[in-house]
């Protein structure tokens, strides 16, 4: 894929991506979540640009750093999304305003490191921002999946209302 392709790829899929999150939404932890970063990790890790061939050790280290900035933005996000269960046991989530500025701290992070690697004269390929994605996207569900699914069967009462102020059964961030 060309880098323009690349670009607006990982554009639609963080932007369809954030946008579902700050919808309330079902964990399913039966569903197959690790499916889109595995798909993203393989359209990345196909393209023969991840790597400057010029500045191998250099774009190894900002690779690292990209991936090390996508687990902990994932992490992060997980953690500030609210979970709660209905009274039917479903366990739903949605990303609070601290996952926004967990994306916006993550953004700022990888921009630094586009600036670091252009000052340094490192080639940049979007497939490292891709993989950075699905390492977020990876991440993200698994921790959300198994707090679904760690919750205890005393804390899987009440329902999510957007109208209350403070529903019942769900977490604080």
Do not use: C
């Not at 946008?19 to 569903?31: K, N």
């Not at 393989?42 to 090390?68: Q, Y």
């Not at 992060?76 to 609070?96: C, F, L, M, P, Y």
């Not at 977020?136 to 209350?164: C, D, F, H, K, M």
């Amino acid at each position: 894929m060309s880098g323009l392709v690349d670009a607006l790829v990982i554009v639609a899929v963080a932007v369809v991506v954030i946008a579902r999150q700050f919808r309330a939404s079902r964990i399913d932890s039966e569903r197959r979540w690790w499916l889109l970063p595995a798909i993203l990790a393989v359209v990345a890790l196909r393209e023969p640009g991840i790597l400057d061939p010029h500045h191998h050790t250099a774009s190894v280290l900002l690779l690292g750093a990209e991936l090390l900035v996508g687990l902990a933005t994932g992490a992060g996000w997980a953690w500030t999304t609210r979970i709660w269960a209905e009274q039917d046991g479903t366990v739903w989530s949605k990303s609070s305003m601290a996952s926004a500025a967990v994306w916006g701290v993550g953004i700022g992070l990888r921009v630094g490191l586009f600036a670091l690697g252009a000052a340094v004269g490192v080639h940049q390929d979007s497939s490292a921002l891709l993989l950075g994605l699905a390492g977020t996207l990876l991440v993200r569900a698994g921790i959300l999946a198994w707090r679904g699914q760690s919750r205890p069967a005393s804390n899987r009462s009440g329902a999510y209302r957007e109208s209350t102020a403070r529903p019942a059964g769900k977490e604080r961030v």
